[in-house]
């Protein structure tokens, strides 16, 4: 059974960092599509950063970039979002998600390729 975890939410004030951290198990980890995903109160999900199994990384949102690094820890099974100079837009419900094996997934800002989701871990950025 594959079961996706999130932790590392919190809240923090404008400028702050938080590193979110997603455990994967049940899968071939390094075989898979992970990325990074989020849904803003009121508004519609959007994906933000994904990793490809070959090691590729696709950003989604010029917003994110220069403040959020993606990395991966195949011999842990661990995807990681490190988030620096945070701002109160970046206040989200972040979620983690895998797809695969290899090009039975893809990475998209849709998030239609991945198939397995972590239930999200809660960001909150004050002023």
């Known amino acids: 059974q594959v079961q996706v975890v999130e932790s590392g939410g919190g809240s923090v004030q404008a400028g702050g960092s938080l590193k979110l951290s997603c455990e994967v198990s049940g899968l071939t980890f390094d075989d898979y599509f992970v990325g990074w995903f989020r849904q803003a109160p009121g508004k519609e999900r959007e994906g933000l950063i994904c990793s490809a199994w070959s090691g590729a990384t696709a950003y989604y949102q010029n917003s994110i970039k220069g403040r959020f690094t993606l990395s991966r820890d195949n011999a842990k099974n661990t995807l990681y979002l490190e988030m620096n100079i945070l701002k109160p837009e970046d206040t989200a419900m972040y979620y983690c998600?895998?797809?695969?094996?290899?090009?039975?997934?893809?990475?998209?800002?849709?998030?239609?390729?991945?198939?397995?989701w972590g239930k999200g871990t809660l960001v909150t950025v004050s002023s």
């Open positions: 998600a895998a797809g695969g094996p290899r090009n039975a997934g893809y990475c998209s800002n849709s998030g239609n390729g991945m198939a397995y």
